[in-house]
T-cell receptor, first 113, second 114 residues
Framework: KNQVEQSPQSLIILEGKNCTLQ??????????LRWYKQDTGRGPVSLTI?????NTKSNGRYTATLDADTKQSSLHITASQLSDSASYIC????????????FGGGTRLMVKP | NAGVTQTPKFQVLKTGQSMTLQCAQD?????MSWYRQDPGMGLRLIHY???????DQGEVPNGYNVSRSTTEDFPLRLLSAAPSQTSVYFC?????????????FGPGTRLTVL
């Protein structure tokens, strides 16, 4: 079954610190894997998109990595800022689901001063 | 460009009432879709459209209808609201619907059914 699981569910860090969010998926290979940022009360906004053949993709202070052997992706946030407080959602497009996206439940990150 | 817009932002309904959630995009995107987001769960696809006049069901279509008479608009209709439809609804669009397209999401409609 196509599933996307994220950990931790929530995370609190101090401003300026780095953090890593995890995403595990069940079916491999896949078409692509995305990370979205969702601010409270807003719609998700795309951060990165990787195909199955890519190992890493960066967008400013956000770096997504992919380990096909462990079926895991990570989103690393460097030098966190207060504005990074949001939910981060991992989304996979599995080959056996057409173009339908499978969303993880998200990790809620809070950055404190 | 306004991007993807949704109205209303908040809505409270009584069980059995009907209503339409509006969604519009000004990016000339062919692909539009509706999702619902429930606490602790990932977004789930309700209905989608690959172009004007073409719609199809997603993962959780029961209790919802859609139509696509123009490229810009993709309304979602709740026929007879139920408490299980209490959720946050997001409309999204992308240029073609290809898996590599970036999806652009609207700001959401928070619906409560009493």
């Amino acid at each position: 079954k196509n599933q996307v699981e994220q950990s931790p569910q929530s995370l609190i860090i101090l401003e300026g610190k780095n953090c890593t969010l995890q995403c595990n998926y069940t079916v491999s290979p896949f078409s692509n894997l995305r990370w979205y940022k969702q601010d409270t009360g807003r719609g998700p906004v795309s951060l990165t998109i990787m195909t199955f053949s890519e190992n890493t993709k960066s967008n400013g202070r956000y770096t997504a990595t992919l380990d096909a052997d462990t079926k895991q992706s990570s989103l690393h946030i460097t030098a966190s800022q207060l504005s990074d407080s949001a939910s981060y959602i991992c989304v996979v497009t599995f080959y056996n689901a057409g173009n339908m996206l499978t969303f993880g439940g998200g990790t809620r990150l809070m950055v404190k001063p | 460009n306004a991007g993807v817009t949704q109205t209303p932002k908040f809505q409270v309904l009584k069980t059995g009432q009907s209503m339409t959630l509006q969604c519009a995009q000004d990016m000339n995107h062919e692909y539009m879709s509706w999702y619902r987001q429930d606490p602790g769960m990932g977004l789930r696809l309700i209905h989608y459209s690959v172009g004007a006049g073409i719609t199809d069901q997603g993962e959780v279509p029961n209790g919802y209808n859609v139509s696509r008479s123009t490229t810009e608009d993709f309304p979602l209709r709740l026929l007879s609201a139920a408490p299980s439809q209490t959720s946050v609804y997001f409309c999204a669009s992308s240029p073609t619907g290809r898996s590599t397209d970036t999806q652009y999401f609207g700001p959401g409609t928070r619906l409560t059914v009493l």
